[in-house]
């Protein structure tokens, strides 16, 4: 377990519901990440949030919308979604300032039916 | 923003030879060159990293090379083995610079007996 926790771990989702993803770190950073992977685009940057703050948004449609209430955890809620969105979706974090390693945890997969 | 290209996307060796991929970043901030190994169904995990500070670094089988002048670095795998089959993803991070990583696209690595 390398301290980054995802719930759930597999998502089947109409295209009118609503959910959300939920990423809890224990290793004390203050660095998180949304990445997105599918077979077309290998880790794709969705967000980033420093000290709780949103400081990248990759073009992100919005019908993806993270929430970051603190530095240990980070929400990506989800509203009205495609089929396309179906992927893998991994949360990492990071030590701010420093050059350290992100840690991922074991994602979600996300089926949008 | 910074733009990380790999090559090859698919690289097949016989088992005990070397193996190497390239990567070439965009921003000549960058300063840090991390490499993730990712096996089929488990999260991406860090296996080298290097710094700009340094050129070259060898962990056992594994070693980074960095060339600041022409952006670009590669991993390198020596004496192959079955288990070294994965996705591996190249990286490049601006320390202080919203803290992104950006990824390559990834190569998958097939060992064959």
């Known amino acids: 377990e390398t301290g980054v926790t995802q719930t759930p771990r597999h998502l089947v989702m109409g295209m009118t519901n609503k959910k959300s993803l939920k990423c809890e770190q224990h290793?004390?950073?203050?660095?998180m990440y949304w990445y997105k992977q599918s077979a077309k685009k290998p880790l794709e940057l969705m967000f980033v949030?420093?000290?709780?703050?949103?400081?990248e948004n990759n073009s992100v449609p919005s019908r993806f919308s993270p929430e970051c209430p603190n530095s240990s955890h980070l929400f990506l809620h989800l509203h009205t979604l495609q089929p396309e969105d179906s992927a893998l979706y991994l949360c990492?974090?990071?030590?701010?300032?420093?050059?350290?390693?992100?840690?991922f945890g074991q994602g979600t997969r996300l089926t949008v039916v | 923003g910074e733009n990380v290209e790999q090559h090859p996307s698919t690289l097949s060796v016989q088992e005990g030879d070397s193996a190497v991929i390239k990567c070439t970043y965009s921003?000549?901030?960058?300063?840090?060159f991390p490499w993730y190994k990712q096996e089929l169904g488990k999260r991406p995990q860090l296996i080298i990293d290097?710094?700009?500070?340094?050129g070259e670094k060898k962990d056992q089988r594994i070693a980074v090379t960095l060339n600041k002048t022409a952006k670009h670095f590669s991993l390198h795998i020596t004496e192959t083995q079955p288990e070294d089959s994965a996705v591996y993803f190249c990286?490049?991070?601006?320390?202080?610079?919203?803290?992104?990583?950006?990824f390559g696209t990834g190569t998958q690595l097939k060992v064959e007996l």
């Open positions: 990492a974090s990071s030590q701010e300032m420093s050059n350290t390693e992100a840690f």
């Open positions: 290793l004390g950073h203050n660095a």
């Open positions: 921003d000549s901030a960058s300063n840090y």
């Open positions: 990286a490049a991070r601006v320390t202080g610079g919203g803290n992104k990583l950006t």
């Open positions: 949030y420093n000290f709780k703050e949103q400081t």
């Open positions: 290097i710094r700009s500070n340094v």
